[in-house]
């Protein structure tokens, strides 16, 4: 009998224990306090492959230095997974390396989670593109573009940033989608840098072969002229071993952005990183000095 009672005692023990569990709210997830590490949600509307609308909440994380400003700014934008589940992960984008960078050179940054990313909800996919052999990378990098746009306009409502003084930085689609909001007249741009920019790639199915490459020069051609006027510097940065693109598209795409107007891009290829090239954002110890000499030349203020 004793046994018994014993054993039913663990048992509701253990079921008040999972019950209290699944009621308890979770422990926040770890903030960055040194960085001001703040998660806020702003809406915006994207325009989708095909037609049709998404509008959501994007959640933006954003960083500052100590004191009370006021902080140039940096917009840094996150790629893009190749399946829903991995675009589900993580729940926001925090760039913590590249941030940690920004901050100590005395700028705060704004880290956007696009629609379609963690949190946001995979489904409709924004940045959906088409099949491999008629790829349309219009839509999907216009959209990606707007959403940076409403970063930059959420960040100026901020009493600590300088509104003067704005840069936009991107890895792969974020590249791409920082190249094409250069010509989008941007308040207060004063330079963007292009890590490892574009769409298409399968490095596992066609290593250096992306889809439509050529179709994605024409993006790149259209945003080089209208960012003819604007003038902006650009920072073009690839590694020698980017499985996604190779090291010859990245050219051609930079020669295309040139042709159609905007004369005012730095490209530079940098010798193989680690494993995957298209990681390069991961080896701040390449990148770093090539952003250090590029930033330490834009100008004073933007637009």
């Known amino acids: 009998m004793r046994r018994l009672l014993a054993?039913?005692?663990?048992?509701?023990?253990?079921?008040?224990?999972?019950?209290?569990?699944?009621?308890?709210?979770?422990?926040?997830?770890?903030?960055?306090?040194?960085?001001?590490?703040?998660?806020?949600?702003?809406?915006?509307?994207?325009?989708?492959?095909?037609?049709?609308?998404?509008?959501?909440?994007?959640?933006?994380?954003?960083?500052?230095?100590?004191?009370?400003?006021?902080?140039?700014?940096?917009v840094m934008s996150h790629g893009r997974a190749g399946t829903p589940e991995q675009r589900a992960k993580p729940a926001r984008q925090r760039a913590l390396g590249v941030v940690r960078y920004w901050v100590a050179k005395g700028y705060a940054v704004v880290v956007p989670t696009r629609l379609g990313y963690g949190a946001t909800g995979v489904s409709p996919d924004t940045e959906e593109s088409g099949k491999c052999d008629n790829r349309n990378f219009?839509?999907?990098?216009?959209?990606?573009?707007?959403?940076?746009?409403?970063?930059?306009?959420?960040?100026?409502?901020?009493?600590?940033?300088d509104k003067t003084r704005v840069v936009l930085?991107?890895?792969?689609?974020?590249?791409?989608?920082?190249?094409?909001?250069?010509?989008?007249?941007?308040?207060?741009?004063?330079?963007?840098?292009?890590?490892?920019?574009?769409?298409?790639?399968?490095?596992?199915?066609?290593?250096?072969?992306?889809?439509?490459?050529d179709r994605l020069a024409s993006v790149f051609a259209a945003a080089g002229k209208a960012g003819a006027k604007a003038s902006i510097p650009t920072l073009w940065l690839y590694a020698e071993n980017d499985k996604f693109w190779g090291n010859q598209f990245p050219r051609q795409w930079h020669l295309a952005y040139g042709k159609g107007g905007s004369g005012n891009a730095t490209f530079i290829m940098v010798p193989p990183v680690g494993d995957e090239g298209h990681r390069l954002i991961d080896h701040p110890d390449v990148w770093r000095p090539h952003v250090d000499r590029f930033i330490a030349t834009i100008p004073a203020k933007g637009n």
């Open 7 to 74: 054993i039913a005692a663990v048992t509701v023990a253990t079921l008040l224990t999972e019950a209290a569990a699944q009621v308890a709210p979770r422990a926040p997830a770890e903030m960055a306090a040194d960085l001001f590490e703040t998660v806020v949600r702003t809406p915006v509307t994207v325009k989708l492959l095909g037609g049709g609308e998404r509008s959501g909440d994007m959640i933006i994380t954003h960083y500052r230095p100590t004191g009370a400003g006021p902080f140039p700014l940096v």
């Open 138 to 161: 219009r839509p999907m990098s216009e959209a990606a573009s707007h959403q940076i746009r409403t970063a930059v306009a959420f960040a100026a409502t901020l009493p600590f940033i």
């Open 169 to 213: 930085m991107g890895q792969s689609v974020g590249g791409l989608a920082t190249i094409v909001t250069v010509g989008k007249g941007v308040p207060g741009l004063v330079a963007a840098i292009n890590m490892a920019g574009g769409s298409g790639g399968n490095p596992r199915e066609r290593p250096g072969a992306p889809c439509g490459p």
